[in-house]
């Protein structure tokens, strides 16, 4: 786990230019910003000597740049009369594709601040740059086929009803650090299709790479449609909910954090929320699992982006008749894995963007020993100034932190079993139910196993390891893991509501419906096949 210099690094990747992000949007304007400044820093060092990297610098705002950014989406919104939500659908699908158009000329400058920002390695970051750009064509797709669906009218019981779905109004972003694109987009993206104007607040690490993207913001859409303001929560996000004027909440984070924020609201009730927390999701590995494929899964799930998932396995129960074969072989190829800067080959743990990140991982691994767990592979816990290697821990209990914590890092709580209702009783009573991954074979086993757990997590992963993906398919959780759901598909329901024009059966109704059919005036009447 040595540092590299800057002349170890390819010269493509090297930070040769400071990223001083000095203006920000607000009601369709990129303002130049002279205020207080936060300096970013990288954990990855380019120095002999460990030494954080500076990469750029973002602005410090407070209430006053929360208001304007407030009023220039309520500006945008106009109480319902604004351009975007009554704009034609097809016009804003056209503001979304010269978007997406404009996004993927950045791909290079996003990748590259990705690696340094956050640590994420070369093809983990090129996949999430990519896989947003399939998310926003996707959802592109999956609007216009709403839209078809919808281009229609109903009759029952001598009522005719022109059904479709509308904007909500104000949408707060607040997205991860660690898919600062990718989570982030998959609120800000439906949330803007469908009509809703927004407020979005970058993460605190992973802030930078929205720079390259803020033009092609700008240019897509309205103004005051998109309003992107930078700082701590608590001074930008806090104001804008105290308001009362947010319609809908969407963030992707802590649960704290998610409270923190509603109770800030005056009208909850008015409040829709879309969120994705915290989960503690475990693996389940059965005496008659296929130990190979377990020990891959579980490697890729445990240790994928160091840990740093709210669907990593973050508990790891194995039956006791195979976990002295399990550990050594797990452990084993935990300590195979490549440490390295992101952009070296191979590298499939980097360093953590957390500064304080490995110290937390570390008390977790003392106060796991000081309970009766054992590091069980040879460079487990060994720091660095912005790394700990993994420690597979075991035997873990409910008496420690790891089993009750979400690490978030890179830390392996391995838990005996000898009957199955031990992990179901643990995964009933968590607060938290998100994913599980099961290991084994025999059906007999499985089906009972399957029933049962689709009942208390939101996905479960045969013989494989838990993950979001694809982004077609539902992304949810049970208890503190998730309000609403996001795929392609459940996000454009989620930041939107049904909204009909209903008129009785009669030749007054039916003349005035069909000229306005006819006479295409209204945006919403509006039978028109979107192909």
């Known amino acids: 786990m040595e540092t590299k210099t800057f002349n170890e690094i390819p010269e493509k990747y090297q930070i040769t230019e400071l990223v001083h992000?000095?203006?920000?949007?607000?009601?369709?304007?990129?303002?130049?910003?002279?205020?207080?400044?936060?300096?970013?820093?990288?954990?990855?060092?380019?120095?002999?000597?460990?030494?954080?990297?500076?990469?750029?610098?973002?602005?410090?705002?407070?209430?006053?740049?929360?208001?304007?950014?407030l009023e220039a989406a309520a500006k945008a919104f106009d109480k319902g009369k604004g351009l975007w939500?009554?704009?034609?659908?097809?016009?804003?699908?056209?503001?979304?594709?010269?978007?997406?158009?404009?996004?993927?000329?950045?791909?290079?400058?996003?990748?590259?601040?990705?690696m340094w920002e956050i640590g994420k390695n070369l093809p983990d970051s090129e996949k999430?740059?990519?896989?947003?750009?399939?998310?926003?064509?996707?959802?592109?797709?999956?609007?216009?086929?709403?839209?078809?669906?919808?281009?229609?009218?109903?009759?029952?019981?001598?009522?005719?009803a022109h059904i479709r779905r509308g904007p909500l109004g104000i949408v707060l972003c607040l997205g991860p650090y660690n898919y600062p694109l990718n989570e982030t987009f998959a609120l800000l993206i439906p949330?803007?299709?469908?009509?809703?104007?927004?407020?979005?607040?970058?993460?605190?690490?992973?802030?930078?790479?929205?720079?390259?993207?803020?033009?092609?913001?700008?240019?897509?859409?309205?103004?005051?449609v998109v309003n992107i303001v930078y700082g701590r929560g608590r001074e930008v996000a806090a104001p804008i909910m105290k308001s009362g004027r947010v319609d809908v909440l969407a963030l992707i984070g802590n649960s704290k954090s998610a409270v923190a924020l509603q109770d800030q609201h005056p009208h909850k009730n008015r409040l829709r929320l879309v969120l994705g927390l915290e989960a503690k999701n475990p693996?389940?590995?059965?005496?008659?699992?296929?130990?190979?494929?377990?020990?891959?899964?579980?490697?890729?799930?445990?240790?994928?982006?160091n840990g740093q998932r709210c669907t990593a396995l973050k508990l790891v129960y194995v039956h006791e008749d195979i976990i002295e074969e399990f550990n050594k072989r797990f452990s084993k190829r935990v300590d195979e894995l490549k440490f390295g800067n992101p952009w070296e080959d191979g590298a499939k743990l980097t360093p953590l963007p957390e500064p304080e990140k490995p110290n937390y991982i570390q008390e977790l691994i003392e106060d796991a020993k000081a309970h009766g767990a054992t590091v069980v592979n040879g460079k487990g816990g060994k720091i660095t100034d912005n790394y700990i290697f993994p420690a597979v821990l075991y035997p873990v209990n409910k008496e420690m932190r790891v089993f009750n914590e979400e690490q978030f890092g890179p830390v392996i709580p391995i838990v005996p079993f000898k009957n199955i209702d031990e992990p179901l009783d643990d995964i009933a009573n968590s607060n938290y139910g998100q994913q599980v991954s099961l290991f084994g074979a025999d059906i007999r086993t499985l089906a009972p196993l399957i029933d049962t757990l689709v009942n208390l997590v939101c996905r479960v992963n045969l013989n494989s390891s838990c993950q979001r993906g694809p982004d077609v398919y539902p992304f949810t959780g049970r208890k503190d893991s998730a309000v609403g759901t996001l795929s392609v598909h459940d996000a454009l329901r989620s930041f939107s509501i049904r909204t009909f024009v209903a008129s009785k059966d009669n030749d007054y109704n039916n003349r005035i419906l069909n000229d306005l059919l006819g006479s295409k005036a209204s945006n919403f009447v509006s039978t028109d096949y979107i192909l």
């Open 21 to 69: 992000q000095n203006k920000f949007l607000v009601g369709g304007q990129l303002k130049p910003w002279t205020g207080k400044t936060t300096e970013v820093y990288s954990t990855i060092s380019s120095t002999e000597d460990y030494k954080p990297t500076l990469l750029g610098s973002i602005p410090y705002m407070s209430e006053p740049e929360a208001d304007e950014a």
């Open 283 to 305: 693996a389940i590995v059965l005496r008659d699992a296929d130990l190979d494929l377990a020990i891959n899964e579980c490697i890729a799930g445990t240790l994928s982006f």
């Open 128 to 160: 999430e740059f990519d896989r947003t750009v399939e998310y926003i064509y996707d959802t592109i797709e999956d609007y216009k086929q709403l839209d078809r669906d919808s281009a229609n009218f109903k009759k029952r019981d001598g009522i005719y």
């Open 191 to 224: 949330a803007l299709i469908m009509g809703n104007t927004a407020i979005f607040k970058p993460a605190k690490h992973g802030v930078l790479l929205i720079t390259p993207l803020l033009e092609a913001f700008r240019n897509s859409f309205p103004k005051g």
């Open 85 to 114: 939500p009554t704009m034609k659908v097809a016009d804003r699908v056209a503001c979304m594709e010269k978007f997406v158009k404009q996004m993927e000329t950045k791909r290079e400058e996003v990748v590259k601040l990705l």
